[in-house]
């Protein structure tokens, strides 16, 4: 299943900067073993903004879920997820 997932992340101002720096260093591991899965399989920052767009191939709702409260950052995440299905008019195999 894929889904599309905006994820807006927003620090309290008064954060110290070595505990960012460890959840943002937490993050990134997290997020590269999902790539490297093939879990987490784009992900586009947002110009401008403490922000991205990621796409997701995983089995099912229940496993998004947990991917995304699984993220370091979530507890400072605002997350919309929009479900995906392959467009009849795609030339491109792997949409599924």
């Not at 879990?39 to 991917?67: M, P, Q």
Request: some cysteine; proline content about 6%; overall charge negative.
């Amino acid at each position: 299943m894929l889904f599309h997932v905006r994820m807006d992340v927003s620090l309290p101002v008064d954060m110290p900067a070595d505990v960012a720096g460890e959840l943002k260093a937490r993050e990134k591991a997290y997020s590269q073993t999902l790539q490297s899965s093939g879990k987490w399989r784009h992900i586009w920052r947002l110009a401008g903004e403490y922000a991205n767009y990621s796409v997701f191939d995983v089995e099912s709702n229940a496993e998004l879920h947990d991917i995304l409260i699984g993220l370091p950052l979530f507890p400072y995440m605002k997350i919309c997820v929009t479900p995906l299905c392959r467009h009849p008019s795609s030339i491109r195999d792997g949409d599924a």
